[in-house]
């Protein structure tokens, strides 16, 4: 089974600057996608970024882009330009190629962003 | 409707009751997912549905919990005799097939609390 880990509890950033996630995760397959999703305080999951494991090229989204390496099993997301709308629970996710497959989600680490 | 939709979005039992909560998916997506969040965890994938029947069940925990999909749309998410450790958050999410590359579209969620 695979597994995703998030080992910084909690993070904090100053308003403007730069922050760093970090995730791991653990699988056999050599397909699959990963995700981060952020979760403010009304529960809402929104998906932030994706990358496709079969890419080497890392994805970007606006402020948010990834660092993902394939060996490593590591996929960690760069916030640039941080704002006080960013603050909220941030998840790792894993899923395995095919249909209808779960998404498989690490324990989270809170941003707070201070101003 | 424009999202996810879910019901309630607070439900206080007692132990030993039977509930029910409900998930509104957005119009015309065929796949329906249903994950649970623990307090400081990530969410955890119970069941997943494609159209009207039930693709994968094998994240529900015991025979306690039984969902429905029966037109395709609404689902329904039955627990039996509840108890303590069943409270949670329990998110929907839906996209437009089961395929890998549609995104999963959150709900708010139900914060169910079993007393």
């Known amino acids: 089974a695979q597994t995703v880990t998030q080992s910084q509890p909690e993070m904090s950033v100053q308003e403007a600057e730069t922050v760093t996630l970090s995730c791991t995760y653990d699988?056999?397959?050599?397909?699959?996608?990963l995700f981060w999703y952020k979760q403010p305080p009304s529960r809402q999951m929104i998906l932030v970024i994706r990358?496709?494991?079969?890419?080497?090229q890392n994805a970007t989204e606006n402020r948010f882009s990834v660092n993902f390496q394939k060996a490593a099993k590591s996929f960690s997301l760069k916030i640039s330009d941080s704002q006080l709308g960013d603050a909220a629970m941030y998840f790792c996710a894993y899923r395995s190629a095919g249909y209808g497959n779960k998404l498989v989600f690490g324990a989270g680490t809170i941003l707070r962003v201070k101003s | 409707g424009a999202g996810v939709s879910q019901t309630p979005s607070n439900k206080v039992t007692e132990k030993g009751k039977y509930v029910e909560l409900r998930c509104d998916p957005i119009s015309g997506h065929t796949a329906l997912y249903w994950y649970r969040q623990s307090l400081g965890q990530g969410p955890e994938f119970l069941i997943y549905f494609q159209g009207t029947g039930a693709a994968d069940d094998s994240g529900l925990p015991n025979d306690r919990f039984f969902a429905v999909r029966p037109e395709g749309s609404v689902s329904t998410l039955k627990i039996q005799r509840t108890e303590r450790g069943d409270s949670a958050v329990y998110l929907c999410?839906?996209?437009?097939?089961?395929?890998?590359?549609?995104?999963?579209?959150f709900g708010p969620g139900t914060r169910l609390t079993v007393l």
């Open positions: 999410a839906s996209s437009f097939s089961g395929q890998i590359t549609d995104t999963q579209y």
């Open positions: 990358q496709e494991a079969y890419k080497q």
């Open positions: 699988t056999s397959e050599s397909d699959y996608y």
